[in-house]
């Protein structure tokens, strides 16, 4: 099997879409100030309501992975189907700075992990990791829910589904 067959078998699941974000503290007092990062992300799910957990899948050696391998707190916003600029922005490669990118995007600091949750979003939940699993190219990070809200009742969730964002319906 080849990795295009594998990708395109993949492209059949969908998924929800989420806005995984941290605070990445500054590196000396001196120095430039800290950075909320941002990461869209398809490979999110529940994994015990007792204790409440959930995973998210991260590309080794991505930005997150590093970020959320020195501090273990973030954050999750569920993205509904009117945020998929939202999702399309933090899912660009090369990109310099996520400063610019939440710049003019409804949001507030969670109490709890300090990381952006999105306005507007269907449901937001903030992070602790408990634990990071090695799979392949990607690491499994699971985190304890430490806050779960549901801001939004309205809209449908952003989905992905052959390679494309879509809504449901």
């Not at 995984?20 to 490979?43: C, F, K, Q, S």
């Not at 990381?115 to 990070?141: F, K």
């Not at 699971?142 to 939004?152: D, E, F, N, Y």
Request: with cysteine.
């Amino acid at each position: 099997m080849s990795n295009d067959e594998f990708r395109a078998a993949m492209s059949r699941l969908a998924a929800g879409v989420v806005l995984v974000t941290a605070y990445e503290p500054a590196l000396a007092d001196d120095g430039p100030r800290g950075e909320d990062v941002g990461m869209t992300a398809t490979a999110f799910m529940s994994v015990s309501l007792d204790p409440p957990l959930v995973m998210v899948s991260l590309r080794e050696g991505s930005r997150m992975d590093d970020l959320l391998d020195e501090q273990p707190l973030w954050g999750v916003s569920v993205l509904s189907e009117s945020q998929r600029h939202i999702a399309g922005r933090f899912a660009m490669k090369g990109r310099i700075s996520d400063r610019l990118l939440f710049e003019d995007i409804p949001y507030v600091r969670g109490e709890a992990a300090g990381a952006l949750l999105v306005g507007g979003s269907l449901a937001t939940l903030e992070c602790r990791t408990e634990q990071r699993v090695p799979a392949g190219d990607h690491v499994l990070v699971i985190g304890r829910v430490l806050t779960a809200r549901v801001p939004s009742e309205d809209g449908g969730p952003l989905m992905y589904f052959k390679g494309r964002y879509r809504h449901l319906g």
